[in-house]
């Protein structure tokens, strides 16, 4: 499995005096840069009027995040590669009819791959496997191995420090529902927590997570 | 205000997490609830965020390829494809008729902000009318709880009441049946003294017929003979006779003869009879033992024979009958013995 590592200085930011630190705009001037939105939406356009030039670009910018994922899911490079395949052909032939009211257009192909991913691992009777790899990656440096290519690097670190700040627990339980599709009645067997536990666990995370991305997600 | 239940199922269905017969319901709820929206939006944009945290795996060289070929033509070449470009000698005035079509435009983003604003002030003003909504109705749930809790208090009332007068059913039917058992013990003191009276008449005539058959004075037959031969009814009021009569008679089978005695039977008028009947079961119909009045305090003393020859008395009764009496009973039947 080839693993991408990024070295990037921490950039030195400056801001103007009407933008102080934790301010809405300072927030979003650092982390949310809307015009990446609109990028996708015009790029999906284009791809529906059978522009190879921006579906290149479209795989560029999020065949590396949805490729982790795939692989996160699956443990298996091979099955992870079909997948996205099989993905971004389907952005190819459906992007024309793409509606924006569906959600975002990376929305749409994160469920797309999500979907597949555990389709096939329910189809090979897999099981999800949680790996607590976020606290100690943030352990180890937490400005190394981030996904850049759809979003800033200070998106990526924010979103990552986010995700640390859960406990380890609650992030189980999420990750395990959102990547595993698990139910909560087979993260509760699979954990061996009480079913109650585990919506708690899950409800605490969400609105914690929910906290912590404002202005980012 | 959202609870904690809403918040959790909020949370599983955004993951994909929430059971099958709960997501009907929560589906149906968030079509009508504007805050649950807006909260299941920036709950799923936050799940959406977790692939990002995830460690980077780069996707092998070969797959773009693939990807390429499969949509029909090869990738640009070199394999990169740069968003930006070359910056020509004509941008500077490009970027200042682009800052002024921007100006416009941010005149344009401004008026449509207005307008949004405007459009979430709406909806800002309906969440408050729901709410005040909401309000009301659960105004009226509290007052509906309060009535409920009314109508329980009146309930218990009324069972208390049912209760109260039960009880008191109760005690008086206890009273009654005192009563009643105190009446019965009067009953049985006063037969026994009828019975006492009546072995002493035996006892009396028992001597007159030795006497009158030759026999010396106290040569009395054997008593117990006597006694076997005797048949002796207690009389009882039935449901038609009044409820303090009470009645003894006497059958001597040997001598086909009796004794009647009576207490509180009060006196009839002019026109009727009180009639004594003897059950015996060799006859069809009771055997009459002749007719009698009362005095004006009810009591009755009748010496009487049967109108056939009877052999087991088995029980006795009198009725109210025409003048003169009946052959057999028409009337009603007013005591009866046991």
């Known amino acids: ?217 | 205000m959202i609870d904690e239940r809403r918040e959790a199922q909020a949370a599983e269905y955004v993951l994909g997490a929430l059971p099958s017969e709960e997501l009907r319901e929560f589906e149906q709820t968030l079509l009508s609830n504007l805050e649950l929206q807006l909260l299941v939006k920036e709950l799923r944009a936050s799940a959406e965020m977790l692939p990002f945290a995830l460690p980077v795996v780069t996707p092998p060289a070969a797959l773009k390829e693939k990807v390429l070929a499969a949509i029909g033509g090869s990738a640009v070449a070199g394999g990169v494809v740069r968003e930006s470009a070359v910056f020509p000698a004509w941008l500077p005035w490009a970027l200042a008729a682009s800052f002024a079509v921007l100006c416009i435009a941010l005149l344009g983003v401004g008026s449509t902000a207005k307008r949004e604003s405007a459009e979430l002030s709406q909806k800002l003003e309906e969440a408050r009318e729901a709410q005040a909504e909401l309000q009301r109705e659960n105004e009226i749930l509290q007052a509906s709880a309060a009535a409920v809790s009314s109508n329980e208090s009146v309930r218990v009332a009324v069972l208390e009441k049912q209760l109260t007068q039960k009880t008191q059913e109760t005690k008086k039917q206890i009273a009654e049946a005192r009563k009643e058992a105190e009446q019965a013990q009067a009953e049985i003191i006063r037969a026994q003294r009828q019975l006492n009276f009546i072995q002493g008449q035996l006892g009396q005539t028992a001597k007159d017929l030795d006497r009158a058959r030759g026999l010396p004075e106290g040569t009395t037959l054997n008593q117990g003979n006597r006694l076997n031969n005797l048949r002796v009814g207690l009389l009882k009021p039935t449901i038609d006779g009044p409820p303090t009569a009470t009645g003894t008679s006497v059958w001597e089978i040997h001598e086909q003869k009796g004794l009647l005695l009576i207490d509180n039977l009060p006196p009839l008028p002019p026109d009727r009879d009180y009639q004594l009947w003897l059950f015996d079961p060799k006859f069809v119909v009771p055997v009459s033992g002749g007719i009698f009045s009362t005095s004006d305090t009810g009591t009755a003393r009748l010496e009487y024979r049967a109108a056939g020859l009877i052999e087991t008395a088995e029980r006795f009764g009198i009725s109210i009958e025409r003048k003169g009496g009946v052959n057999t009973p028409e009337g009603k039947m007013v005591m009866i013995s046991n």
């Open chain 1, 1 to 217: 499995m080839a693993v991408a590592i990024k070295e990037r200085p921490w950039p030195k930011l400056q801001y103007p005096i009407w933008m102080p630190a934790g301010s809405f705009a300072r927030r979003a001037t650092e982390v949310n840069p809307p015009q990446t939105t609109v990028k996708d939406l015009e790029l999906l356009q284009r791809i529906g009027a059978r522009d190879r030039h921006a579906f290149i670009l479209f795989y560029e910018r999020y065949s590396t995040v949805l490729y982790s994922m795939a692989v996160r899911i699956l443990n298996d490079p091979e099955q992870a590669a079909e997948v996205l395949h099989e993905v971004f052909v389907q952005v190819w032939e459906n992007s024309g009819s793409y509606n924006s009211d569906f959600g975002k257009p990376f929305s749409w192909v994160l469920a797309l791959t999500r979907n597949r991913a555990i389709g096939r691992l329910r189809a090979s009777n897999g099981q999800y496997r949680f790996a607590d790899e976020v606290a100690h990656e943030m352990a180890e440096d937490a400005h190394r191995n981030l996904h850049e290519q759809a979003i800033s690097h200070e998106e990526a670190l924010l979103i990552r420090s986010a995700i640390a700040t859960l406990p380890v627990e609650q992030r189980q339980a999420i990750e395990m529902a959102f990547l595993g599709g698990l139910t909560q009645q087979e993260i509760s067997q699979s954990t061996g927590q009480p079913l109650g536990t585990i919506k708690a666990r899950i409800r605490r995370g969400m609105l914690k997570l929910r906290q912590e991305l404002q202005g980012v997600a």
